[in-house]
């Protein structure tokens, strides 16, 4: 069994000389296959920690929900705009630039 740890860089040594091993891949310490995990309480993360689980690796990910001022539209909260042409919605033509949120250099 496989017990991720919160070990802060000061105390690396002191972890790996009880047996802790390095993941560079998800960068946390953790130990496997030890019958007596005593020794690694102090740097056990709590369960709302984001290293006690899998390491987030979508960062932004709720960046495709926001408005140009940040806050997240969901549920009733969501407006739709309306179309003011035809064309394409990640173009930007003469009728629609005045409404569109990025314009193009």
Same mark, same amino acid.
């Given at each position: ?13 002191? +972890? ?15 130990? *496997?296959?030890?019958e007596d995990p005593?020794?690694? +309480? ?11 689980? *899998?390491?987030r690796t979508q ?20 407006? *739709? ?9 990640w173009e930007v033509?003469?009728?629609?630039? +005045? ?7």
């Amino acid at each position: 069994m496989r017990l991720n740890l919160k070990v802060p860089f000061a105390e690396k040594d002191q +972890a790996k000389k009880l047996g802790a091993r390095w993941d560079a891949g998800r960068k946390i310490w953790y130990v *496997e296959g030890k019958e007596d995990p005593a020794p690694f +309480a102090r740097w056990s993360p709590s369960p709302h920690d984001a290293s006690a689980g *899998e390491v987030r690796t979508q960062k932004g990910a709720s960046g495709r929900n926001q408005d140009s001022s940040g806050t997240v539209q969901v549920g009733s909260n969501y407006v *739709e705009l309306p179309r003011v042409c035809d064309c394409l919605p990640w173009e930007v033509c003469d009728k629609c630039r +005045a409404t569109a949120l990025a314009s193009r250099v």
